[in-house]
T-cell receptor, first 114, second 118 residues
Framework: AQTVTQSQPEMSVQEAETVTLSCTYD???????LFWYKQPPSRQMILVIR??????QNATENRFSVNFQKAAKSFSLKISDSQLGDAAMYFC???????????FGTGTRLKVLA | NAGVMQNPRHLVRRRGQEARLRCSPM?????VYWYRQLPEEGLKFMVY????????ESGMPKERFSAEFPKEGPSILRIQQVVRGDSAAYFC????????????????FGNGTRLTVT
């Protein structure tokens, strides 16, 4: 069965510093996608970044980047120059190519300290 | 272009009552997915619907839960005889077509309905 594991229930970072959120996953599929979603207190699920498993190059979106280690089944999110607005729950998710089900991790609560 | 609209935002029900959660997909989207988020957990797939059809309800509890997506109007998630364990945030998402091999068929989530059963 597919699983997504986020082992850090909570993380803190100083404003303007860098923080890395961990995610590991387990799948027997070779073609899949990985996502990081942000959920602020408003509860909205906001797509932060996504990665295709067949691409070796790590995805980047402005201050957000990933470290995708396919062999280790690891997909960590790095947030640079952290801002107060980055404070939220962050969920890692996996979707197998050709399917519609997302498998989510349990989330990491990120606190940004002024 | 309005996003996925869910209402109500918050819903309080006493044990034994019925809960009806509504979801209007993004304009032009004909595929709807419901997910449930229990406290301190990630989202879990419940059901996938197209207009007038349930495609996959493998994540739905066998009893008391049902979903529909009629030809006209929003998708409805219905929970009969609610129990305290049903308290959760229920999210709806939509896509323009079946989520397939393309990463450019993203899932658009609504803001969820928080159901509290007292």
């Amino acid at each position: 069965a597919q699983t997504v594991t986020q082992s850090q229930p909570e993380m803190s970072v100083q404003e303007a510093e860098t923080v890395t959120l961990s995610c590991t996953y387990d799948t027997s599929e070779s073609d899949y996608y990985l996502f990081w979603y942000k959920q602020p207190p408003s509860r909205q699920m906001i797509l932060v970044i996504r990665q295709e498993a067949y691409k070796q190059q790590n995805a980047t979106e402005n201050r957000f980047s990933v470290n995708f280690q396919k062999a280790a089944k690891s997909f960590s999110l790095k947030i640079s120059d952290s801002q107060l607005g980055d404070a939220a729950m962050y969920f890692c998710a996996n979707r197998t190519s050709g399917t519609y089900k997302y498998i989510f991790g349990t989330g990491t609560r990120l606190k940004v300290l002024a | 272009n309005a996003g996925v609209m869910q209402n109500p935002r918050h819903l309080v029900r006493r044990r034994g009552q019925e809960a009806r959660l509504r979801c209007s997909p993004m304009k032009g989207h004909s595929h709807v997915y419901w997910y449930r988020q229990l406290p301190e957990e990630g989202l879990k797939f419940m059901v996938y619907l197209q207009k007038e059809n349930i495609i996959d309800e493998s994540g739905m509890p066998k009893e008391r839960f049902s979903a529909e997506f009629p030809k006209e109007g929003p998708s409805i998630l219905r929970i009969q005889q609610v129990v305290r364990g049903d308290s959760a945030a229920y999210f709806c998402a939509s896509s323009p077509g079946l989520l397939g091999t393309s990463l450019n068929s993203p899932l658009h989530f609504g803001n969820g309905t928080r159901l509290t059963v007292t």
